[in-house]
């Protein structure tokens, strides 16, 4: 039986990897385009597409959903994941909308949001100290249809690298986002997130470790395991 992901705002695809190396097939979609994502991925609005998946029934090749949804207007973070001009833009919050899709599609799913961000269910938190990766980017994760117990969060080595209100403070970890300051470089943030295949700022600066949903995606397959048996 095939395990397949819809990975909803899918942006580069550090979530993808992730679910690829659980040992999903996966396939993406993003409204700009991404010509470094590593899996087949359909280009255009997100929500729409899911729609349109549900209508027609095609969502029933999928085992699993995951959305990435732009999270408010102006973040840094999301920017160029929910506009058709690409890098920059105007965004709105898409985690609802989002959200009633996915209830409406019947599948399990998870929903990833920074912290900070839009409000939703906290039911995993995970931070790259957990896999001893070189950023902390935490990030929260709502499950959909599933559950699994929650792994602890490990304290911190030390500090991230770079100037804090005028401190300058070395550390185990680097800052994969913006530019001076002793943000982390190109190579770093792939280095440091386990991310090889885009070396575009904007993309590794958006995307979370595939660590992250290499570990939710074990985690789905052990709490499903008598599906799929």
């Given amino acids: 039986m095939t395990r397949r992901v819809l990975d909803l705002f899918s942006c580069a695809g550090g979530a993808a990897w992730g679910y690829h190396l659980a040992g999903f097939a996966v396939d993406g979609c993003d409204i700009a385009d991404r010509p470094n994502y590593p899996f087949a991925q359909h280009r255009g609005d997100a929500l729409e597409y899911l729609a349109h998946l549900i209508t027609t029934g095609e969502i029933e090749r999928y085992t699993l959903v995951h959305a990435s949804p732009p999270c408010q207007a102006g973040c840094a973070l999301t920017v160029g994941t929910n506009t058709s001009r690409g890098w920059g833009g105007t965004h709105e919050d898409l985690v609802a909308p989002t959200r009633e899709l996915l209830d ?126």
């Fill in 104 to 229: 409406a599609s019947g599948l399990p799913y998870v929903i990833e949001q920074p912290n900070g961000r839009a409000e939703i269910r906290k039911d995993l938190s995970l931070c790259g100290e957990m896999f001893g990766l070189g950023v902390l980017r935490h990030r929260n994760f709502e499950l959909g249809r599933w559950s699994t117990a929650r792994p602890a969060h490990p304290r911190h080595r030390g500090y991230v690298r770079g100037w804090r209100h005028g401190v300058y403070r070395d550390g185990p970890y680097v800052a994969a986002y913006g530019d001076g300051g002793g943000k982390a470089t190109v190579p770093e943030m792939q280095t440091a997130m386990g991310i090889t295949w885009t070396d575009v700022p904007e993309e590794l600066t958006e995307a979370i470790p595939p660590a992250y949903t290499t570990w939710i995606g074990t985690a789905f397959l052990t709490a499903r395991q008598e599906v799929f048996a």
